[in-house]
Structures are given as C-alpha cells and as structure tokens.
C-alpha cells in the first residue's frame, strides 16, 4: 500500500513539473513574440521624412562649392544644389538649414544627425552606396587636375603628374582618384582651398570636380591663370541620406517632378550646367 502511495505521489509530481515548465516555456516564446513584433512596429515607424517634419527643417551637409553651394553678396547660401535643396524643403513643408562640415566625416554626420542629406556635388561612390543611401544620379562629373597656365603644356598626363604635390579635399571623390593614380597628395579642408593652394604656390596641382573648375577657373574668374590638363575620371552625382532612409525614394519623386515641369533646368541654366543635368525619369 506505502509503494502504491509513493507511486501516486511521484507520478503527481512528475506532471506538475511538467505542466510547470511547459507553462514557462509558452510564456518565454510568447514575450519573444511580442517583443518581435515590437521590434517590428518600432523599425516600420522610423521615417526620415516624418522626422524632418516633426522637427520642421531640413539639414544640409555641405561644404562652398561653386556652382553647387556657395554664398552671394549678401551671405546667403545659393548654387544649383542649394536651390534644389530649398525646392526638396518647400516640398516637405519646411525650412532649409545648410550647415559646412568636414567632407570627409559625412557619413557620421548622417548617422549621428547632426545633418539629414549630404548635397554637395556628391559623387556616388562604393563608400557611400556601402554607408549610406544615394538618390538616383542628377547631373555627371568628372575629376579633373588644375595647374598654372604658364606649365599646363608640361603637365598634361597622368605620368607627368607623379613628381608634383597636389591638393585635394580630404574625402572626396578627387582624393581618390588621385590616390588612386599614385599621386602625393596634400589634403585640405574643401576644393576651394585646393585651388588657393595651387593659385599661391603651395601645391603644384589640385584635383577638383569639373563643374567647379568651369565656374572657378579661366578667364573672367577668380583663378584667371589656371586650366585644366588631365581627366581622371567621370562620375555620377547625388544626394546622400541615411541608411534605409525613406528621405532617397522622396527626394528621387521630387527629382522627377521638378526635371518634368522644368525647375530643374532653368535652375541648371541658371548656373551654367545645363550639358550636366542628367534625365529624371
């Protein structure tokens, strides 16, 4: 009679032990669930353009840029890129901010916020489509060495180019193609001050975009003494947004809109690239 007691005791036990852990184990996979789907709800909500919204402007990393981004008489930021900008902005509803940074820190400018878009003749590049999100292509480019006119004739390959300093932007897409061509470059904060460095002596070269050096160089300009030689490379421009960010696909309708009712070549007409603007379709 005890065994038969202790049997029936053991057996009772036995099923509360399991009834227990199979009722901890429900409980464990269903807060895993809910927490899934928390995850979930959280990461569909995130918006950049619901964010920008709410905060009621829009964050311009740029650097000074001619014809892209550069201040007029009065201060005030202009450019075809600037002007782009503002049109992006009214179409969210808000205010433009365009604020100079560090090219070469861009991508943690995104990522931390500090800027919403990098719009800045920026070239679509591996780190960027790897780092970050480009729109669609918006105008071409190409990254072109400038010297003195007095010693263009002597420097008109790649090859003649190999003993010279050149001055490049610091995390552009001209210090990479010259790094890329084995060249002793000497970085510096922005293209403007890579054509100083070249106007004054200091470097023998710079590379620059050619979008810059139509509007910068020749004669009529600023740098009336310096030319373009060699061509390094062509490229393609966009805006740069956030990883992910629902900021690219709103830019890209904008684009298309603003291509289709002309605003976006009267305004290339009016900085002189119109040869540059690529379709929007």
Known sequence: MMKKL???????????????????????????????????????????????KDKGTLVVGITEFAPMD????????????????RE?????GVEVQFTVIEWGNKLLELENKSIDCAWNGMTITDEITKGASATNPYAKNAQVVVVKKDVADQYNTVDSLKDLLVAVEDGSAGQEAAQAEGLNTNDVLDQATALMEVNSGTSDACVIDLLMAGAMIGEGTSYPDLVTTVELTSEDYGVGCRKGSDLTDFINEQFVKLYEDGTMMELAEKYGITDNIVEQK
């Open 6 to 52: 202790l049997s029936l005791l053991l057996a009772a036990g036995m099923c509360f032990s399991m009834a227990a852990c199979t009722s901890s184990g429900d409980t464990s996979s269903e807060s895993s669930q809910d927490s899934t789907a928390s995850t979930s709800t959280e990461s569909q909500s995130e918006s950049d353009v619901e964010y920008i």
């Open 70 to 85: 550069y201040k007029d008489e009065n201060g005030e930021w202009i450019g075809f890129d600037a002007d782009m900008a």
């Open 88 to 92: 992006i902005g009214e179409a969210l």
